[in-house]
């Protein structure tokens, strides 16, 4: 099992940064395949950006791609939202999420997420 803890959100005005870390409990974090998620007020929640076990390989929504990225520190035992040029649209409660092994399929393990508002 794996506990997630995000961090990082806030208040920021539209053409801002932010960056987004979950830190994770556990030996095994490498083991896991890891994304970010974000819910806006009355919306479904929706993919922001997955990355695999090793890093190797990222996967965005269209509506971040070339202004978020997605990384992680597997020694840290830890992932990032590098999130540039943010937009109104953007704000959201953003979790992070892991998945035991390939990062296809549902993510089993969730944080409790952190609110991240952008203004205009």
């Known amino acids: 099992q794996v506990q997630l803890v995000e961090s990082g959100g806030g208040l920021v005005q539209a053409g801002g940064s932010l960056r987004l870390s979950c830190a994770a409990s556990g030996r095994t974090f490498s083991m896991y395949a890891m994304g970010w998620f974000r819910q806006a007020p009355g919306k479904e929640r929706e993919v922001v950006a997955t990355?695999?076990?090793?890093?190797?390989?990222?996967y965005y929504s269209d509506s971040v791609k070339g202004r978020f990225t997605i990384s992680r520190d597997n020694a840290k035992n830890t992932m990032y939202l590098q999130m540039n040029s943010l937009k109104p649209e953007d704000t959201a409660v953003y979790y992070c999420a892991a998945r035991y092994g390939v990062v296809a399929g549902a993510f089993d393990y969730w944080g409790q997420g952190t609110q991240v508002t952008v203004s205009s």
């Open positions: 990355i695999t076990r090793s890093g190797g390989s990222t």
